[in-house]
Each structure stands twice: as C-alpha cells, then as structure tokens.
C-alpha cells in the first residue's frame, strides 16, 4: 500500500500512514518538507520517502494504491482539491485504489448566535441614544465589497439552529462525474421556533467510511476548520417562516469571490437581501 499526498506539512499523517504501508510518498512543494523529514529521521521511520514537489509534478515508478490528503480548506474546495486529487487519481493511482477523504458535502443552516458572538452592522448599532440606521443604504454596498458580510466563526459560536441543515453539493473524488460542481445552489428551510436570526452558517462534512465521518458545523466537535457564517440583518423570525438561500460557487478556489443571496417569507411579506 502506498500514499501519496501534495501537502505532507510537517509529515503527521505520512508517519502514521507508514505504520501500515510498505512504501509512503510524501510530498509537499514548500520547505515544510524539511519539518517532515526530521520527525521521520527522529522517529526512525524508513519506510517513507520523502519529495519537495508539486503533486502535477509528481510521477511515482510505479501505481499507488491509496491517496491520502488533506486538501480541504475553510469552504470545502479552496485548495483546489477536486483538480488537484482528479490529476492524481487519473495518473497514480492504480483502479480500483482509494482516495481518503473520498467524499464530501458542502451544508448550510440559518442560525441564531450567542450573544458574544454577535457582531452587529453599523447601521445596526445602537449606542449612547444614536441610531445609525441612517447609515444603512451607504453601508450595505461597501459590507458586501469588503467581504463583512461573510465572516468564520467557531461552532460554539451558535446558539440554535432554526431547521436541520440542507445539502447544498455534494462531491464524491472518485471520479471525474461525481466531482463536477453546480455552478449556482440553493437550500430552502422552514423556521421550527422563533428567534433572533443573524446568518446562513456554512459547513462541510468529510466522509472515510459510512462508519468514520466528521462534520465542522454547529454542535460539531471543535477542529482547525472553522464555519462561514453568511450574517444577514439580525430579524426575528417566527415559527413556520420561510427562509431561503442561494449561492453561486464561482469560482470555486476563491470563496471572496462566491455571490450569495436570502429571503425571509412570513405568511404575510418578505424580506429580501443579496
């Protein structure tokens, strides 16, 4: 069994991966590679031959029988993980090999925060007797080109969730068909109690197996990755609201980039921002 990774890092998960192995690549094209090579010389572990390249560059002698990476970032696909593992997995890895992580979903869900966490609009604030709602049609404009409106927060930050979350893709590495991604999505919900709503939290889970898979959102265990929150105008919302999203994924190594847009349906109006 052989792994192939472009970012080895500081080489943690090539030194595990050769207690099983015959044979290890690990691969890294920064200077990281020289962390990676001293914890594999400390610990005494031959098996692992260690490569300062890109993984387009990279060409084993022979056909390897498992990718295993880390590729992901922040939202799912920001490192270029579907064209980065398609060209390895066409080139290196033998039929029938695996690539872990193998599958993904990228999942949204309207949240109410805990009140630390709430970072209100300026036009929002209220403070020492002065309204800035005045603020609100110059301030929106400028919240979208700067990026505001779009902040990581931890799961912890979350105080409720106001539905289950929904699915907004799904990617499967495994080939060419499974990894194609839509270029716009969306996700509806329907409000199960009222609060205070303040964003769409974006998510992803990551699959090995049906039996070890992990999640990053709300009421998931803290890892490095942390969730977007997409922070709309804080409004309460009543039981049985509707709410919708909807996001363009483009291009898909650059989230500053992604375009998204909600609405807010109460049985008598509506509320709508993008």
């Not at 500081?10 to 020289?34: F, M, N, P, Q, W």
């Not at 990718?67 to 980065?84: C, G, K, R, S, Y």
């Not at 907004?168 to 409000?191: K, Y």
């Amino acid at each position: 069994m052989y792994e192939c990774r472009r970012w080895t890092g500081s080489g943690v998960l090539a030194c595990l991966a050769a207690r099983r192995a015959r044979k290890v690549y690990a691969i890294e094209h920064s200077t990281l590679i020289d962390r990676a090579t001293l914890l594999a010389q400390s610990n005494e572990i031959t098996n692992v031959e260690l490569l300062r390249v890109h993984s387009r560059d990279f060409a084993p002698p022979e056909k390897v029988d498992v990718l295993l990476h880390e590729q992901i970032d922040m939202n799912l696909v920001d490192e270029d993980m579907i064209a980065n593992l398609g060209d390895l997995r066409r080139r290196v890895l033998t039929p029938g090999g695996l690539i872990l992580p193998g599958r993904f979903e990228l999942r949204v869900v309207p949240v109410s925060l805990e009140p630390e966490a709430r970072i209100p609009f300026l036009h929002e604030q209220r403070m020492h007797g002065l309204d800035f709602s005045a603020f609100a049609a110059v301030n929106k404009p400028d919240i979208a080109a700067r990026g505001w409106d779009r902040r990581l927060i931890d799961p912890r930050d979350v105080a409720t969730t106001f539905a289950p979350a929904a699915t907004l893709f799904r990617l499967d590495l495994a080939s060419d068909a499974g990894s194609a991604l839509p270029p716009e999505t969306h996700a509806s919900f329907v409000a199960e109690h009222e609060g205070t709503l303040d964003g769409f939290v974006v998510f992803f889970s990551v699959e090995f197996s049906p039996e070890i898979a992990f999640h990053t959102g709300p009421g998931a265990t803290t890892t490095h990755w942390r969730c977007r929150l997409y922070c709309t105008d804080q409004r309460e919302v009543r039981r049985d609201d509707r709410l919708h999203l909807s996001l363009s994924i483009s291009p898909p190594t650059d989230a500053s980039a992604w375009q998204w847009a909600y609405e807010v349906r109460t049985p008598t109006a509506s509320v709508h921002a993008d």
